[in-house]
Nanobody, 114 residues
Framework: VQLQASGGGLVQAGGSLRLSCAAS????????MGWYRQAPGKERELVAT???????NYAEFVKGRFTISRSNAKNTVYLQMNSLKLEDTAVYYC?????????WGQGTLVTVSS
């Protein structure tokens, strides 16, 4: 199973970015897909998840700014990030739960500048 993430980059505070992550290599569709992030010197933390039934879960610090969605047909999860803040700077990791096994993407760097 591979998770291929894309969409990171450099953006000014207040700007927007959209991350994408496609899962491939499994005959099973992911139950849960989501995003975690890890800032320098900090532990990895949950950003948002979405189930195959479109039930979403967000960390408090992104509520109202980030939106997670997915295409079950494409086994792809998206993260629309708006009103980005300096503290959102981190490596963002795609996650998928497929048949009760956890899979991680390679990470994509999001840098928010002032």
């Amino acid at each position: 199973v591979q998770l291929q993430a894309s969409g990171g980059g450099l953006v000014q505070a207040g700007g927007s970015l959209r991350l994408s992550c496609a899962a491939s290599g499994s005959i099973f569709s992911p139950n849960v897909m989501g995003w975690y992030r890890q800032a320098p010197g900090k532990e990895r933390e949950l950003v948002a998840t979405v189930t195959s039934g479109a039930v979403t879960n967000y960390a408090e610090f992104v509520k109202g700014r980030f939106t997670i969605s997915r295409s079950n047909a494409k086994n792809t999860v998206y993260l629309q990030m708006n009103s980005l803040k300096l503290e959102d700077t981190a490596v963002y990791y795609c996650y998928a739960d497929i048949s009760r096994s956890d899979y991680w993407g390679q990470g994509t760097l999001v840098t928010v500048s002032s």
